[in-house]
């Protein structure tokens, strides 16, 4: 009789925190359904678009204090909620600037990068990676070249910010990408690094090259990337998975 309680009471606990789980996300992915029902709309003013654009990302800020953990020890969390709140500054800049070329918002999404670099940290090093990202980061310069070869000066912002969000793609990475120990977090951290990849490029050609007009692509691979990277972080003793 206890033998068959035992399983029972497991997957109830584990329910249970799948639940709670869903709970923590709600205020986020309300937030994220309110930002595409209102932003596109040509009455929202300036203002209320930068901070819808926005609040999905502070949500995520809350459902990391909702675990409790205990932000004077857990230096992965401090980077983290220092990367989510660069971003949403991030986010304001590039939705109220009226130049051409946002500086302020690539430069605060910039500096959210190497605290993530920080937060995915230098173990294991996984040069294959890295190399495998350093071919796909040389495409990506040699498409945007053509559209910035008379714009030196941008042209170099490119440089450095691709080098930045490549560094974070690969250490995201480093721990499932061509490595034989990987667990579902790790996953979840290297999914993450790449949409916001695939992002920012999108962003990138729109904002330098032509208009992408399916815009809802660049907010919902931004927001997955933000909240699959903060899973990685938040939730992390899951066992290792050998092939």
Known sequence: MQAEQGPSKLVSKVNSGAFMELCRFIPFLLSVCIYFVLAPQSSCPLWMKALLKCLPILFLCTYILTHGINMCTH??????????????????FRTTSTQLYPFQGDAMFGIAHVFYIGMFGAKPLNLLAGF??????TIYLLFL????WDQKPFQWTAYIYISLIGTMAWRASAGTLFNQHWSWMKLFGTIGGMLFIV????????????????SGLIVATYYIAQML??????????????K
Do not use: H, W
């Open 75 to 92: 230096s992965k969390a401090q980077k983290l909620i220092a990367g989510l709140l660069f971003s949403a500054a991030g986010d304001i």
């Open 132 to 137: 495998f990202l350093v071919i796909i980061g």
């Open 145 to 148: 070249n053509r559209c910035l």
């Open 199 to 214: 992002s920012d490029f999108t962003y990138a050609v729109s904002m330098y090259c032509f208009p992408v007009y399916n």
């Open 229 to 242: 990277i903060t899973l990685s972080t938040v939730n992390t003793e899951n066992k290792v998975i050998r």
